[in-house]
Nanobody, 121 residues
């Protein structure tokens, strides 16, 4: 069983930055694809960013391209989501996911509990 624990969420003003971290308990963490999804109140969960097992391939939702960066450190375990130029519409619960990879949530078997990100205008 893989356990994922997110951290780094909080309240920030528009234009500010946050960095989310996701620590995985998986023994073979470095072989999994990782991703971040988010869910705002009253909306469906949506893809934010993904990174392949090696860290050499990334993918982003159009809404965050140029502002968010996903990265991973297979030696230390965590996956990061650096979020810059935050907007009020980025407000959501952010979830870390682990699995085969891609932008579809069905490609991920394991999910964290989520961390709240709130961007004030």
């Amino acid at each position: 069983q893989v356990q994922l624990v997110e951290s780094g969420g909080g309240l920030v003003q528009a234009g500010g930055s946050l960095r989310l971290s996701c620590a995985a308990s998986a023994r073979f963490f470095s072989t999994y694809g990782m991703a971040w999804f988010r869910q705002a109140p009253g909306k469906e969960r949506e893809f934010v960013a993904a990174i392949n097992w090696s860290g050499r391939s990334t993918d982003y939702a159009d809404s965050v391209k140029g502002r968010f960066t996903i990265s991973r450190d297979n030696a230390k375990n965590p996956v990061y989501l650096q979020m810059n130029s935050l907007k009020p519409e980025d407000t959501a619960v952010y979830y870390c996911a682990c699995g085969r990879g891609g932008s579809d949530s069905r490609g991920y078997e394991y999910w964290g509990q989520g961390t709240q990100v709130t961007v004030s205008s």
